[in-house]
């Protein structure tokens, strides 16, 4: 009997088309704290039932024993969250009742040991979702007013400007395509001034390729002039607005936030980026 990585079994099933009844079960987690026994229950079946017998005493390759883990609960952000104003002491039965120990606590924040079979629960806001699930969706209170704030200002409106760009390209014979923002390290290598240090890697892809997210909308856009070609589509022109995605002193923007993005290009070799006018737009809200 053995423990396998939930993430190598989900990338490894997925990769090879193979949706097992093992392999749903072991990509959601179990308990390696089990192993033994579920090793003894097998052969205390097979003894049984089939009339098997006990060879041997167990064999053990690592004798390893899974601690729990630890999460910090942050008392407020139960109520930020989850909008219920649940008691402390309300927070301490339910953590009882999920077997969530508490090891430490202060008056902002409860220090947590998650059992090891618990293989869903890794963060602060996992142990929030469970505490609302026992408590109950329907005790939290839905709020008789809402507050809004009126503008009266004539801001500038980003989407009426997409929408008369799109038109025009669409009356000049352009397409719009809508792609992935999931794209390959090794297209986004071979970009000048493109340095790794900024990519928004994936922290776990069922796809090895695709590992990070796109930094340029260009790579997607060749990508789709490339399929339309390998299928004898000769003469198509694409246009997207997208979003690109980068990383700063260890923080996450997506580009987007400050400007939207749109890339055109077409199929003939001679009508890429042919015109400036038509290769990259910026827009600034």
Request: proline letters at 2%; aromatic letters at 10%; one cysteine or more.
């Amino acid at each position: 009997m053995c423990v396998f990585r939930s993430k190598t079994i989900r990338r490894t099933s997925t990769r090879h088309g193979l949706k097992t009844d093992a392999a749903s079960h072991f990509e959601k987690g179990i308990d390696p704290n089990t192993t033994e026994t579920v090793l003894l229950r097998a052969a205390q079946l097979i003894e049984e039932i089939a009339n098997g017998k006990i060879a041997s005493d167990i064999f053990k390759t690592e004798n390893r024993v899974f601690e729990d883990f630890k999460v910090d609960l942050e008392i407020s952000n139960v109520k930020r969250l989850t909008g219920a104003d649940i008691s402390l002491d309300d927070i301490k039965k339910i953590l009882s009742l999920l077997e969530v120990k508490i090891e430490s606590e202060t008056s902002t924040i409860l220090q947590l040991l998650i059992p090891p079979y618990r293989t869903d629960v890794t963060r602060e806001a996992d142990v929030i979702e469970d505490i609302l699930r026992i408590y109950g969706f329907n005790n939290v209170p839905i709020p008789s007013k809402l507050n809004a704030s009126v503008n009266f200002s004539n801001a500038f409106d980003t989407d009426k400007l997409y929408n008369k760009i799109a038109d025009n390209l669409v009356n000049i014979g352009f397409y719009e395509m809508m792609n992935n923002s999931i794209s390959k390290s090794k297209y986004q290598e071979n970009l000048k001034n493109s340095s790794s240090e900024n990519w928004v890697r994936l922290l776990s892809s069922i796809n090895t390729e695709l590992d990070v997210m796109r930094n340029n909308i260009l790579i997607s856009g060749l990508e789709s002039v490339a399929h339309n070609i390998n299928h004898k589509n000769a003469n198509v022109k694409l246009f997207e607005f997208g979003k690109t995605y980068t990383t700063e002193k260890h923080r996450f923007y997506s580009l987007s936030n400050w400007r939207r993005k749109c890339r055109a290009c077409s199929t003939k070799d001679e009508a890429i980026f042919r015109k400036k006018s038509f290769s990259n737009f910026h827009f600034w809200k």
